[in-house]
């Protein structure tokens, strides 16, 4: 009414300077909260989990929620504020988005930024229209943070803050893939790939590129891209056995990606992804030949060997549409 008491509201978000040190834990409060636990030998891996957000050009700032909760149990690292909900509408927006938002989404979770220019204001209904307001979305709710200070209207460089919500989206892609195929052939396409088994590994990933439509909509018209990062979504099961590393210079070349293993007498594998368009006088027979010479040709093992890897396999995805021709070849 006309006399209420609480009136002319004024925001104060998260890009503006004014509240910057209110919106989260700051490193000296949290050295007092460790110290008086006593788990300040735990500062190093704290900073990696929940620290990693940006109000306005106020840097280190840390999840309350989930330092508060590390500590009730004792320093117990988990995603413990990325647990307090489904993420149902995160997960659609990411699973629905277009090819660039995919091919972002692959860069931040190699570790690297994107650019993007932010709004104020965002309006529900255009979040599938409109790529910038998805980021600002995910900007407001913590799912990415700020590398730098920002200004509204001009290209703001994001990240992703911490471990506790690059695990969100590693856990989000590998249950969209568990969901799409059984979990054992799931498991069984990450392990025959890493025996060299192409022939098994081919059936199953040409079952799971088809039994993917509601996850990755595939045009008859989508970039490359797209396939690679359907792949790099696939890989993140290898996390724990490989390093894996993606449009990287190696040789005389970039590869598409690389998957060096933590234990060098395993198998080291190079991947490169051709696509043929519906204008490309080509095949999927010749894509695949045409993508096995250019690895052999640009030495894209090179850093393989470099490492000390010796068993390496490269591999030739042709793509078009929902159909793929998978050959190998060792280096």
Same mark, same amino acid.
């Not at 050295?31 to 989990?49: C, D, F, N, S, T």
């Given at each position: ?84 909900? @489904? ?109 060299? @088994?192409?022939?098994?590994?081919? #059936? ?16 008859? @018209? ?79 093992? #090179? ?29």
């Amino acid at each position: 009414s006309i006399r209420s008491e609480c009136r002319n509201y004024e925001n104060s978000p998260i890009l503006d300077e004014e509240f910057q040190d209110k919106f989260g834990l700051l490193e000296s409060e949290v050295l007092v909260l460790l110290e008086e636990a006593g788990l300040i030998h735990l500062l190093p891996q704290i900073r990696q989990w929940y620290n990693g957000y940006r109000i306005g050009s106020c840097a280190k700032i840390y999840n309350p929620w989930s330092l508060l909760s590390c500590m009730a149990k004792q320093g117990a690292l988990a995603p413990y504020w990325v647990n307090t909900s @489904d993420n149902a509408m995160i997960k659609h927006l990411i699973a629905q988005g277009t090819d660039e938002l995919k091919s972002d989404l692959e860069e931040l979770l190699r570790g690297g930024t994107i650019e993007k220019t932010l709004e104020e204001g965002i309006v529900f209904s255009q979040l599938e229209q409109n790529p910038n307001t998805i980021w600002s979305l995910l900007l407001y709710s913590g799912y990415v943070a700020l590398d730098h200070t920002p200004a509204y209207g001009l290209s703001s460089r994001l990240k992703i803050p911490n471990f506790e919500i690059r695990e969100l989206y590693r856990g989000m892609i590998r249950d969209w893939f568990i969901a799409t195929l059984q979990e054992y052939k799931y498991k069984l396409l990450l392990s025959s790939l890493a025996q060299g @088994d192409i022939e098994t590994f081919s #059936q199953i990933f040409k079952e799971f590129l088809l039994s993917s439509v509601s996850v990755f909509d595939v045009p008859a @018209d989508a970039s490359e891209r797209i396939y690679h990062a359907f792949v790099l979504g696939m890989l993140i099961g290898f996390q724990d056995r490989y390093e894996i590393k993606s449009n990287r210079e190696s040789g005389l070349g970039r590869y598409d990606v690389l998957l060096i293993p933590k234990n060098l007498a395993d198998l080291g594998i190079v991947m490169e992804f051709k696509k043929v368009g519906r204008f490309e006088q080509t095949t999927l027979e010749l894509a695949v030949i045409s993508a096995l010479k250019q690895m052999e040709e640009r030495l894209y093992a #090179q850093e393989l060997f470099d490492r000390g890897v010796r068993r390496i396999i490269l591999i030739g995805f042709a793509f078009e549409g929902k159909e793929v021709l998978i050959r190998s070849k060792s280096a």
